[in-house]
């Protein structure tokens, strides 16, 4: 009786193998369904963050977080307007997409262990790196986070960036006196009102909170970066077809700037004969439809937006009010790190 019972069990071990593969494709594929049949994208984004995700009077949106949401929203509708973007506090992201009243978070949001391993949650890519810098009055005259020491400096409280400041000047040997608030909004004020001489948090919030400073030129940011912070969207875990669709449309930017296609010249992409850039508009190859999407998804996408270095200029970089160097967010041939697989 023994073959006969190891072969009931191999093939119920078979069936199960099977069902799970049919569950996770069923799974993959509701987010898409869903987002089509409803007709729009739903994203969700911060409630107010110059250059990330910010809106005007007229109920406008803008900003690099945004543009990702429109860029995917293009990739899949082929009309990047069919997004409806959702303002979501810091507290009440995660849950909002666990809860399925958002498709895909994209709200500056850093890349960790904790917020992956066992929540349910996925980050699809990282769309900027960002780190923990430093704003300081011009007053002091310091180049260097090095030259801080005896530095009064404003924090949030209960905050990895108040663990990260401790950390920093204790392994450089120096002191500081830290004047904590219990929000990010108190700290600036407080440093815009010379009660400390220093503000520290993520790079990308001192670019953009030095816009609200009263004499904002009285300040300025400086270059060293004291942790990582990698920020991406995030999807739920139980959709892997909806994970990677996400996760190309980040790819695809990078890849266009790597390939040189832009807003500005796809007819040129659409007539070239170059290998690479047929794979990309979908000339060649059937990779749109493996993700579920038209072949010309990753064209769409940058036609919306522009490739990753026109969407990082126009909202942070140069082009922007924030100014912010692109850094680590440079391509990887250019100094930086940003890499895209092959699109192949």
């Given at each position: 009786m023994g073959a006969p019972s190891s072969s009931l069990g191999l093939r119920i071990l078979c069936a199960a193998a099977v069902f799970s593969t049919l569950a996770v494709s069923v799974a993959g594929a509701a987010t898409l369904d869903t987002v089509k049949q409803r007709g729009t994208l739903t994203c969700g984004v911060s409630q107010g963050l110059p250059g990330f995700s910010d809106r005007d009077a007229q109920g406008n949106w803008s900003g690099f977080d945004v543009d990702f949401c429109r860029?995917?929203?293009?990739?899949?509708?082929?009309?990047?307007?069919?997004?409806?973007?959702?303002?979501?506090?810091?507290?009440?992201?995660?849950?909002?997409?666990?809860?399925?009243?958002?498709?895909?978070?994209?709200?500056?949001?850093?890349?960790?262990?904790?917020?992956?391993?066992?929540?349910?949650?996925?980050?699809?890519?990282?769309?900027?790196?960002?780190?923990?810098?430093?704003?300081?009055?011009?007053?002091?005259?310091?180049?260097?986070?090095?030259?801080?020491?005896?530095?009064?400096?404003?924090?949030?409280?209960?905050?990895?960036?108040?663990?990260?400041?401790?950390?920093?000047?204790?392994a450089n040997s120096m002191t500081y006196r830290e004047l904590a608030f219990d929000t990010l909004g108190d700290a600036i004020k407080a440093f815009d009102t010379a009660q400390c001489d220093v503000f520290t948090s993520d790079q990308s919030a001192l670019y953009a909170n030095r816009l609200g400073l009263s004499k904002p030129e009285s300040v300025e940011i400086?270059?060293?970066?004291?942790?990582?912070?990698?920020l991406g969207p995030v999807v739920r875990s139980d959709?892997?077809?909806?994970?990677?669709?996400?996760?190309?449309?980040?790819?695809?930017?990078?890849?266009?700037?790597?390939?040189?296609?832009?807003?500005?010249?796809?007819?040129?992409?659409?007539?070239?004969?170059?290998?690479?850039?047929?794979?990309?508009?979908?000339?060649?190859?059937?990779?749109?439809r493996k993700l579920g999407l038209d072949n010309a998804w990753a064209l769409q996408a940058v036609k919306a937006v522009g490739h990753y270095g026109e969407m990082f200029e126009r909202n942070i970089g140069s082009q922007s009010r924030l100014g912010v160097p692109r850094g680590l967010n440079q391509l990887w041939s250019q100094g930086g790190i940003l890499y895209a697989p092959p699109l192949r």
């Open positions: 860029a995917l929203a293009a990739a899949v509708f082929n009309d990047p307007k069919k997004v409806t973007f959702v303002p979501l506090s810091a507290v009440e992201r995660f849950d909002a997409l666990k809860d399925g009243k958002i498709d895909v978070l994209s709200r500056n949001s850093t890349w960790t262990l904790d917020r992956e391993a066992g929540s349910g949650l996925l980050f699809a890519s990282v769309m900027y790196y960002d780190g923990q810098g430093f704003m300081v009055a011009r007053r002091l005259q310091v180049t260097s986070a090095l030259e801080l020491d005896k530095a009064s400096v404003c924090v949030q409280k209960g905050t990895t960036t108040a663990l990260n400041l401790a950390d920093f000047f204790r400086l270059p060293d970066v004291i942790s990582k912070e990698p959709d892997v077809a909806w994970f990677n669709i996400v996760k190309w449309v980040g790819f695809g930017l990078v890849d266009a700037e790597e390939l040189g296609i832009g807003a500005s010249n796809l007819s040129e992409a659409l007539a070239s004969t170059k290998p690479d850039a047929k794979r990309f508009t979908g000339a060649d190859g059937d990779f749109g």
